[in-house]
């Protein structure tokens, strides 16, 4: 039986990029780094983003960046006080903030953004809750 969400992984051209890009944005902090070593298919770095006990495990892998650009992502959960100071992290790593989808009032806001290797990420001010009670007003 599924207990939780174990780790997301992102294959990345520049570990040291995207360190800082996981640091500076989602507040990451690194846990692992193999080195030199090579112990799955490629050099590694683990951090941890969030609070314990809930915090998420995300690997980086060094390997090629996706090819094209999708709507496929991982969204973050932040806090609306937190929404500007997120939203200048971002621009201060000269990430590029994707304008966030039509939304109707109530369901939070957020803040998208690719990384340099075409992975999209957002950070989010809204619950599932949230949303679903918000939906179910129409």
């Not at 992502?73 to 939203?87: G, N, Q, R, T």
């Not at 109530?106 to 990420?121: A, K, P, V, W």
């Amino acid at each position: 039986m599924i207990e939780g969400l174990s780790h997301i992984t992102f294959i990345v051209r520049d570990l040291d990029r995207m360190e800082k890009i996981l640091t500076t944005v989602l507040g990451a902090r690194k846990v692992y780094d193999s080195g030199a070593a090579i112990f799955s298919i490629s050099r590694e770095k683990f951090f941890l983003v969030g609070a314990e006990p809930a915090a998420v495990w995300v690997a980086i892998m060094e390997g090629e960046s996706l090819p094209t650009r999708t709507y496929n992502h991982v969204a973050f959960k932040i806090s609306e006080a937190d929404y500007p100071i997120c939203l200048e992290s971002v621009k201060s790593l000269g990430l590029e903030v994707r304008e966030g989808r039509s939304r109707v009032e109530g369901e939070g806001r957020s803040i998208y953004f690719h990384d340099d290797d075409n992975h999209l990420f957002e950070l989010h001010t809204g619950t599932l809750a949230e949303r679903l009670k918000r939906y179910a007003k129409d």
